[in-house]
């Protein structure tokens, strides 16, 4: 199976930018549509983008629209986040995790099925 290990968050200013790295272990990695999803305190994890397997289509969640920007590098095994403007609400702990066999738009709506997911990373955005 695909081990993901994210790193990249940390606390900045309202209207700051962070990018997000998943790192990735598995032989198949390059096969699968990943995602990015996060968890507020107290809240459900929800989606917030999700590319295909060849990084040809991405999909985002209404609330990150023309501030975040998925994108992956087979090669290095790696998906990624870029996070500007960002604002308090985006505070949460960002995990990455996908599927194969699927297109990239399915994340959106299988995702809450996935029984394994890694640490995070913890982005704290502040007023």
């Known amino acids: 199976q695909v081990q993901l290990v994210e790193s990249g968050g940390g606390l900045v200013q309202a209207g700051g930018s962070l990018r997000l790295s998943c790192a990735a272990s598995g032989r198949t990695f390059s096969t699968y549509a990943m995602g990015w999803f996060r968890q507020a305190p107290g809240k459900e994890r929800e989606f917030v983008a999700a590319?295909?397997?060849?990084?040809?289509?991405?999909y985002y969640a209404d609330s990150v629209k023309g501030r975040f920007t998925i994108s992956r590098d087979n090669a290095k095994n790696t998906v990624y986040l870029q996070m500007n403007s960002l604002k308090p609400e985006d505070t949460a702990v960002y995990y990455c995790?996908?599927?194969?066999?699927?297109?990239?738009?399915?994340?959106?709506?299988?995702?809450?099925?996935?029984?394994?997911w890694g640490q995070g990373t913890l982005v704290t955005v502040s007023s």
């Open positions: 590319i295909s397997w060849s990084g040809g289509t991405t």
């Open positions: 995790n996908g599927a194969p066999g699927v297109v990239a738009g399915q994340l959106v709506r299988i995702y809450k099925n996935f029984e394994v």
